[in-house]
């Protein structure tokens, strides 16, 4: 996955992050580790062969010691892209809501002014 088109325009401090309907630090941050985790992906994919691999020629010992390492190791990742994918959402929930609170406010105040 390519990193996504950041535009940030003079006097905003908030980035617009093309592709995903967010902007701000927030929402580029949370992306940042979304790009981290398929990219940890691969590692931990890799540490899967690697694995396989030194079992097939290790003692049972050992190899049963590295099958119980890598499948703790697997538990772990796995609940850790969970929790990243459940923050993300949270964080992408809330920006959203903030912008339609946002727009109401908005709404509601030039709405009350007269020119």
Known sequence: ??????????????????GYGCTGTLCLGSQDLMVDIETLERNVSNLATYAANLEAVADDSFAAQLRANHG???????????DATNH????????????????????????SVNF
């Open 1 to 18: 996955m390519s990193r996504p088109k950041i535009t940030v325009e003079a006097g905003n401090a908030n980035p617009e992050i093309e």
């Open 88 to 111: 993300n959402k949270a964080l992408k929930d809330a920006l959203n809501k903030s912008k339609t609170v946002r727009i109401a406010f908005q709404r509601t105040a030039f709405a």
């Open 72 to 82: 703790e190791l697997v538990k772990k990742w796995q609940k850790s892209v969970a």
